[in-house]
């Protein structure tokens, strides 16, 4: 079972930020959040990942309570293409350990 | 670079068949995965490959489910006696081991439909 919890879908206008949540309240302390998202009919997409420290990148940010028991990610201006299910995920090591999935939260950007 | 690739992109067969769905990894990524999306679910993991070997099939549902990676890079699921039930997009995912936190990077996946 997954390990998160994430809205199940949230909207947001387009060129506002899009802030979405996710609890992880029982995550292990070498474990990473990573966030990934899936666009209609295509693979997931690794948009970003994190242990401790808030991460940005170009695509999003990521910030992290102190506590680590759950996170936002961050799209700043978001666009219509942005629309998609986006992922919440915890693990060790996404290199060599399967993720395990939720539902993630559907996102639609509305113009 | 070219990503992961998969074919066919769409199958479509009757039940109690036999399939076969093909998966490129990126070049040199050296873990594989396969994982089944049942329409409104996330991806559920199947089988994983470290090299040629698999490393973890825990996520098999049964043994109608087959995977093989003879040589250390392109995968062939394989189901037998197919059933309605197995209508999903199945998706593959390379990575390449080394770094800390290598992430996975998805195809664009194979939607099979069991008539």
């Known amino acids: 079972d997954a390990k998160t919890t994430q809205p199940p879908s949230m909207d947001c206008a387009e060129g506002r930020a899009a802030n979405l949540p996710c609890n992880h309240s029982?995550?292990?302390?070498?474990?990473?959040v990573y966030w990934y998202r899936q666009i209609h009919s295509q693979g997931p997409q690794y948009i970003i990942h994190?242990?401790?420290n808030n991460e940005t990148n170009e695509m999003a940010s990521l910030i992290i309570t102190e506590d680590r028991k759950s996170s936002t990610l961050i799209l700043p201006h978001a666009t219509l293409r942005d629309t998609a299910v986006y992922y919440c995920?915890?693990?060790?090591?996404?290199?060599?350990?399967?993720?395990?999935f939720g539902k993630g939260t559907r996102l639609s950007v509305i113009a | 670079g070219a990503g992961v690739s998969q074919t066919p992109s769409n199958k479509v067969t009757e039940k109690g068949k036999y399939v076969e769905l093909r998966c490129d990894p990126i070049?040199?990524?050296?873990?594989l995965y396969w994982y089944r999306q049942s329409l409104g679910q996330g991806p559920e993991f199947l089988i994983y490959?470290?090299?040629?070997?698999?490393?973890?099939d825990s996520g098999l549902p049964n043994d109608r489910f087959f995977a093989v990676r003879p040589e250390g890079s392109v995968s062939t699921l394989k189901i037998q006696r197919t059933e309605r039930g197995d209508s999903a997009v199945y998706l593959c995912?390379?990575?390449?081991?080394?770094?800390?936190?290598?992430?996975?990077?998805f195809g664009p996946g194979t939607r099979l439909t069991v008539l």
């Open positions: 490959f470290q090299g040629t070997g698999a490393a973890d």
């Open positions: 070049s040199g990524h050296t873990a």
């Open positions: 995912a390379s990575s390449l081991i080394g770094a800390e936190t290598d992430t996975q990077y």
């Open positions: 994190g242990l401790k």
């Open positions: 995920i915890v693990s060790i090591n996404s290199g060599n350990t399967p993720l395990v």
């Open positions: 029982t995550i292990s302390g070498n474990e990473y």
